[in-house]
Nanobody, 115 residues
Framework: QVQPVESGGGLVQLGGSLRLSCVAS????????MSWYRQAPGQERTLVAS???????RVADAVRGRFSISRDKAKNILYLQMSALRPEDTTVYYC?????????WGPGPQVTVSS
């Protein structure tokens, strides 16, 4: 059983910053891409940012200019640097790793932005 391990969530004030980390340990297959999603209760999961095997980053329009994604391929660590946080960023964030024949979801740390 393999599951990415996430950290970095918590409570932050409006305009603050957080960095989420996702460690995809125990995954021996090639990881083609890793991404961050977020999902509020009762809502669909939305892509926040992704990075592919060539380290090409993509971010959603809603967070462009505020969030950045990066990856340590040697250690299989995914990062999401979040700045200028807003109340609408409050939700659970999920790490997603896509392998050759499988994909895995992290448990999802909570990010709460207070006004």
């Amino acid at each position: 059983q393999v599951q990415p391990v996430e950290s970095g969530g918590g409570l932050v004030q409006l305009g603050g910053s957080l960095r989420l980390s996702c460690v995809a340990s125990g995954m021996t297959q090639t990881i083609y891409s890793m991404s961050w999603y977020r999902q509020a209760p009762g809502q669909e999961r939305t892509l926040v940012a992704s990075i592919d095997i060539g380290d090409l980053p993509r971010v959603a329009d809603a967070v462009r200019g505020r969030f950045s994604i990066s990856r340590d391929k040697a250690k299989n660590i995914l990062y999401l640097q979040m700045s200028a946080l807003r109340p609408e960023d409050t939700t659970v964030y999920y790490c997603h790793a896509v392998l050759t024949l499988q994909h895995y979801w992290g448990p999802g740390p909570q990010v709460t932005v207070s006004s």
